[in-house]
């Protein structure tokens, strides 16, 4: 096994990060063995598609994957179908579900999260669905035909974008929330009451603050039954509600869990040997050094070249901004930084009711910005705000929120 060991890496998760680390660990040099293992049918490919352009069929599952099949066979990497079903850091190695026993010199855990189900009675009937992979997305496609009526639980990102896809597919949507309003404390009041009039504009019913009890099959789809004696018929419920981190695998072998398997600035675990990435990962913020834990595709994407440099024996440190999007219609909503670390906020209007925040710490430094609006405006204005955030940026509210200071002037 030793002899083995020394000259393979292992990747467990064959997902965005996991391919993207594999990609990584060639780029950097290695010409040894690289194994990469992910309980998926498919070579690793982009998420974000799925609740957008996939779903309306305006992008196919190639045009999402990480890798062309040729990319695939000049990275010669080992890719196996299976899931790992325990780690070894004693001797260097895990083994699979299909029995095989892999070693490894360094070992990336990037097995990313499950979708959290509905645990109310009823949530388990077929026709309530979940949205992490191609499957899913394939099987939540084929339902929304034009006049189907889709039931979305949960007013976060993925929901809502489930919702802007079905509204362009012709579909009759609601949407239930249980908070009193959308996308929960990851951004702000202002957004989510833009965002709320937007999908009302839309078309879709929005019910916030509503408790589903149970769901029921009726002649021609499902009934759910709120908290408040509502009652609403649907064809598909789709449940948007969430991932819980997959930490069991990590916890078995004895590395240090918290709300995701605990790394350094340099991803590396508390067992020697084993580094971790992406959703699964727990790690230390660039700005502030409080443990965080993203579910971001630029996550997954930024890690995983990290991670890969370090189990090669590096020590790159992962310097990278949070930041992520979200696709509703034709707005977009970004976020970049940590706005939780601001003291004020300044708010800086853009057309069409849109707006970026910016996030000032007791110094004025900018520590954040959140973004809302027509897409390529807020692209523009986000791409600016996060640099003046990666800068260290200090600027006043007053400059901030006025349309003539120019953000680029900012940054000299
Ligand atoms: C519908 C959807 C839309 C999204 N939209 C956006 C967006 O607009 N913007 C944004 O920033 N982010 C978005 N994201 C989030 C982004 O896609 C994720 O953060 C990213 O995919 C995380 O990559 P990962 O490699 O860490 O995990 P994953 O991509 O989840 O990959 C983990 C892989 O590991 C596999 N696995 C799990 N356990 C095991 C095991 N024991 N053995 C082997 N394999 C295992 C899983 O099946 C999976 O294939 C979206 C996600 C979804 C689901």
């Known amino acids: 096994m030793q002899t083995l060991a020394k000259q393979s890496m292992v990747i467990v998760g064959a997902g965005h990060c996991g391919g993207r680390a594999a990609q990584a660990l060639r780029s950097a040099g290695w010409a040894g063995v690289i194994h990469l293992v992910g309980d998926e ?8 598609p799925l609740s957008k352009d996939l779903l309306t069929g305006d992008k196919t599952p190639t045009a999402c994957a990480l890798h062309s099949d040729e990319d695939w066979a000049n990275l010669q990497v080992r890719r196996h179908v299976a899931q790992v079903t325990s780690i070894h850091p004693a001797d260097h190695s895990v083994t699979l579900s299909n029995g095989e026993v892999l070693g490894y010199q360094s070992l990336l855990l990037a097995h990313g999260g499950k979708v959290r189900t509905l645990t109310i009675p009823g949530g388990d009937l077929p026709e309530v669905l979940t949205l992490r992979n191609l499957g899913d997305a394939a099987a939540l496609a084929q339902r929304l035909q034009p006049g189907k009526r889709l039931l979305v ?5 993925i929901g809502l974008e489930v919702a ?15 908070a009193p309003r959308l996308m929960g ?6 957004v989510a009451e833009r965002a709320l009039a937007l999908h009302r504009a839309q078309g879709v019913r929005v019910l916030l603050g509503a408790s589903p009890q149970s769901i029921e099959r009726t002649a021609d789809g499902v009934r759910m039954l709120l908290a408040d004696g509502t009652q609403l018929d649907a064809d598909t419920v789709l449940a948007g509600i969430g991932i819980e981190p997959h ?3 990590a916890q078995a072998a004895g590395l240090a869990v918290g709300r995701g398997i605990q790394v350094d600035a340099q991803l590396r675990t508390s067992v020697p040997g084993i580094f971790a990435a992406g959703d699964v990962a727990e790690f230390p913020s660039a700005l502030s050094s409080q443990l965080i834990r993203q ?7 930024t890690q995983a070249g990290i991670a890969a440099q370090n189990m090669l024996g590096g020590n ?16 977009q909503l970004q976020v970049v930084g940590e706005p939780a670390l601001a003291v004020t906020s300044a708010t800086r209007a853009l057309e069409d009711d849109g707006l ?15 973004g809302w609006g027509e897409a390529s405006r807020v692209a523009k204005e986000l791409k600016l705000a996060r640099t003046l955030v990666e800068k260290g940026v200090s600027a006043s509210a007053e400059a901030l929120a006025d349309p003539a200071t120019k953000l680029k002037a900012l940054l000299k």
């Open 247 to 249: 930490l069991g695998l």
């Open 295 to 301: 579910e971001t595709w630029h996550n997954a994407e």
């Open 153 to 157: 639980v949960g007013g976060g990102f």
């Open 356 to 370: 970026v925040i910016f996030y000032l710490d007791a110094s004025q430094r900018i520590v954040g910005a959140c």
């Open 41 to 48: 049918p498919h070579a690793p490919y982009e998420r974000p």
């Open 316 to 331: 790159a440190t992962y310097t990278s901004l949070p930041w992520f999007w979200s696709d509703q219609y034709h707005y």
């Open 164 to 178: 802007a896809s079905a509204r362009k597919l012709g579909c009759e949507v609601t949407v239930v929330e249980g």
């Open 185 to 190: 404390r990851a951004v702000p009041e202002p």
